[in-house]
């Protein structure tokens, strides 16, 4: 089935300790999004790829980086991860043109010690 | 005030109820709605999109209402199974898409 995954589900990592996370596609999407999301709180988009246009929201720290090198793949890295980047991160990806409906993947929960 | 408004909840209601969730919103140049659900700790899914002229798919009903930039989300005889989190979310239209979401709220359906 068309998905979109992310990996790993579950990240611990260390303070200052940079980690990456990864999210692929099989729905040959053009857009990619990467959210952040707190407990009990809505998602917050972090940046999108239209294509390879990288759009980052004003408010995202600069602590956060996304990649992506191809249509299938893109990561979310963050260069040194603070007790209050603790949360569930979502890719979610949309066709432009089409639907304006996004397909989350199932998020990575990141901890950070 | 932010962009997307949800009632707080939580909504604690019997098997067989009927419950309603209201959404409004404050940029009227937003283009297309959506109800998404949420399990805990899931990704959220879409449950509906919302039309101008309003929508259903079986218990759910969802309603736009463009001058009062408000939008409802209805669920007739609750089951068990639609405890979860209710996202309302509104996208602006533009080519990227950008949505925003609600904070949600949380529906428990108590036998």
């Known amino acids: 089935d068309a998905m979109v995954i992310q990996n790993p589900r579950y990240q611990v990592t260390q303070f200052g300790k940079p980690v990456t996370l990864s999210c692929s596609q099989t729905?040959?999407?053009?857009?990619m999004y990467w959210y952040q999301q707190k407990s009990s709180q809505a998602p917050k988009l972090l940046f999108h790829?239209?294509?390879?246009?990288?759009?980052n929201e004003a408010d995202t720290p600069d602590n956060f980086q996304s990649r992506r090198p191809n249509t299938s793949f893109c990561f979310l890295d963050i260069r040194s991860p603070g007790l209050g980047d603790a949360a569930m991160y979502l890719c979610?990806?949309?066709?432009?043109?089409?639907?304006?409906?996004?397909?989350f993947g199932p998020g990575t929960r990141l901890t950070v010690l | 005030r932010k962009e997307v408004e949800q009632d707080p909840g939580p909504f604690n209601v019997p098997e067989g109820a009927t419950v309603a969730f209201n959404c409004t919103y404050s940029?009227?140049?937003?283009?297309?709605f959506f109800w998404y659900r949420q399990d805990c700790r899931k990704e959220p899914k879409l449950l509906m999109s919302?039309?101008?002229s309003g929508n259903e798919d079986g218990r759910f009903t969802a309603q736009l209402n463009r001058a009062s930039q408000y939008i409802s989300l209805l669920i007739r005889d609750s089951k068990l199974s639609d405890s979860a989190t209710y996202l309302c979310?509104?996208?602006?239209?533009?080519?990227?898409?950008?949505?925003?979401f609600g904070d949600g709220t949380t529906l428990t359906v108590k036998p």
């Open positions: 919302v039309y101008s």
């Open positions: 979610a990806t949309r066709l432009a043109g089409g639907p304006n409906e996004q397909f």
């Open positions: 729905l040959n999407h053009n857009v």
């Open positions: 790829y239209y294509d390879k246009d990288f759009n």
């Open positions: 979310v509104v996208n602006r239209g533009t080519n990227a898409g950008k949505s925003t």
């Open positions: 940029n009227s140049a937003s283009q297309s």
